[in-house]
């Protein structure tokens, strides 16, 4: 499964961005897709992830209510509706897969995801 993400930008504080990632080869439509970022000097952190039906998304309490992510599966896309961004939200935005689900306790780690893509830069400027 190849994953190609897409969308990233500089921004203003307040600004709002949307990301799009497609998968393609392999099986579509993976059971997780996610969407996880890592800034510079820091671990890869968690951002959101959706099942393939779409219902319960999960996110980090950092974005909550700020990101919504979404997924197409008639397209095999995810994306991630960015609103009210702020400088903290600057990093490389990944969009990792599993053709499996993941359970609860495990979204979190990147380890858990088996397929990544390149990353889209996303700078937030104060």
């Known amino acids: 499964v190849q994953l190609q993400a897409s969308g990233g930008g500089l921004v203003q504080t307040g600004g709002s961005l949307r990301l799009s990632c497609v998968a393609s080869?392999?099986?579509?439509?993976?059971?997780?897709m996610a969407w996880f970022r890592q800034a510079p000097g820091k671990e890869r952190e968690f951002v959101a992830v959706?099942?393939?039906?779409?219902?319960?998304?999960y996110y980090a309490d950092s974005v909550k209510g700020r990101f919504t992510i979404s997924r197409d599966n008639a397209k095999n896309t995810v994306s991630l509706q960015m609103i009210n961004l702020k400088p903290e939200d600057t990093a490389v935005y990944y969009c990792?897969?599993?053709?499996?689900?993941?359970?609860?306790?495990?979204?979190?780690?990147?380890?858990?995801?088996?397929?990544w893509g390149q990353g889209t830069q996303v700078t937030v400027s104060s």
């Open positions: 080869g392999g099986t579509s439509n993976p059971q997780a």
């Open positions: 959706i099942r393939r039906r779409g219902d319960r998304p």
């Open positions: 990792p897969a599993n053709l499996n689900s993941i359970i609860l306790s495990s979204i979190y780690a990147p380890r858990n995801y088996n397929y």
